[in-house]
């Protein structure tokens, strides 16, 4: 193959790759067959010279398919089986209030990072603390919140009935606009952040307070002038 027919295919993976990784990786070896040394290249992508070699040397054994991400064995593991096992069982039975972070109620990587160094002696990067989460079983999620005593057939009520009456109103013109406030934010808002889970799990909390309301939105409506 020429070093014409070279660029071609390069430009033709370049418009259709999605990945800004792969189409760095496209342009360098671009680059590099029409005259830009290696040394020129990892200046202007910003890598290093390593870096830039090895996409070449990839390339030249294995065209385009070796550029593609391969499976890295990644880093030496800091913490035992006994210290991963330990971690896992904390973060999915207890909360850090429990452990002692005061007013924490949701693992956040900065917490476990912490955890982690308090009880082993062990510094992960919070990306280094993320891996290590997703390699135990644990997906990143929000928590949320459910309303456990809501009337559901109220809830349905209000909905196809007294809803839709004000939102008529509304586009009549007879109103000028419906403020919703939501009680049951007013009570665990702290709840609603990112926290770890095992895969397929997922913890519920109760509303705080004594809410026994069926539904608990309350209406503001303002009518317009007339």
Same mark, same amino acid.
């Given at each position: 193959?020429?070093?014409?027919? %070279?660029?071609?295919?390069?430009?033709?993976?370049?418009?259709?790759?999605?990945?800004?990784?792969?189409? =760095?990786?496209?342009?360098?070896?671009?680059?590099?067959? =029409?005259?830009?040394?290696?040394?020129?290249?990892?200046? @202007?992508? *910003?890598?290093?010279?390593?870096?830039?070699?090895?996409?070449?040397?990839?390339?030249?054994?294995?065209?385009?398919?070796? $550029?593609?991400?391969?499976?890295?064995?990644?880093? @030496?593991?800091?913490?035992?089986?006994?210290?991963?096992?330990?971690?896992?069982?904390?973060?999915? /039975?207890?909360?850090?209030?429990?452990?002692?972070?005061?007013?924490?109620?949701?693992?956040?990587?900065?917490?476990?990072?912490?955890?982690?160094?308090? =009880?082993?002696? %062990?510094?992960?990067? $919070? /990306?280094?603390?993320?891996?290590?989460?997703?390699?135990? *079983?644990?997906?990143?999620?929000?928590?949320?919140?459910?309303?456990?005593?809501?009337?559901? /057939?109220?809830?349905?009520?209000?909905?196809? *009935?007294?809803?839709?009456?004000?939102?008529? /109103? $509304?586009?009549?013109?007879?109103?000028?606009?419906?403020?919703?406030?939501? %009680?049951?934010?007013?009570?665990?808002?702290?709840?609603?952040?990112?926290?770890?889970?095992?895969?397929?799990?997922?913890?519920?909390?109760?509303?705080?307070?004594?809410?026994?309301?069926?539904?608990?939105?309350?209406?503001?409506?303002?009518?317009?002038?007339?």
């Amino acid at each position: 193959m020429t070093h014409e027919q %070279e660029i071609e295919k390069l430009a033709v993976a370049m418009k259709e790759t999605n990945s800004t990784r792969m189409y =760095e990786r496209y342009l360098a070896i671009r680059l590099h067959l =029409e005259g830009r040394t290696l040394t020129e290249i990892a200046k @202007i992508l *910003g890598r290093s010279f390593p870096a830039i070699s090895g996409y070449w040397k990839s390339n030249r054994e294995e065209g385009l398919r070796g $550029l593609e991400f391969g499976e890295y064995p990644g880093g @030496i593991r800091k913490l035992s089986d006994e210290q991963e096992q330990q971690l896992k069982e904390t973060i999915a /039975k207890q909360k850090p209030v429990d452990v002692g972070f005061e007013a924490k109620y949701t693992w956040t990587l900065k917490i476990i990072r912490t955890w982690i160094h308090r =009880e082993f002696g %062990e510094a992960y990067t $919070l /990306k280094g603390v993320s891996k290590l989460l997703n390699r135990l *079983g644990f997906s990143y999620t929000k928590a949320t919140y459910t309303l456990v005593r809501a009337d559901k /057939k109220e809830q349905k009520q209000f909905r196809e *009935g007294t809803l839709t009456e004000l939102k008529q /109103k $509304l586009s009549q013109g007879e109103i000028d606009h419906l403020l919703f406030e939501d %009680e049951s934010m007013t009570g665990r808002i702290w709840l609603c952040n990112t926290t770890g889970f095992p895969r397929g799990s997922s913890e519920k909390y109760r509303p705080m307070g004594n809410i026994k309301a069926p539904n608990c939105l309350q209406l503001s409506i303002t009518r317009r002038d007339t």
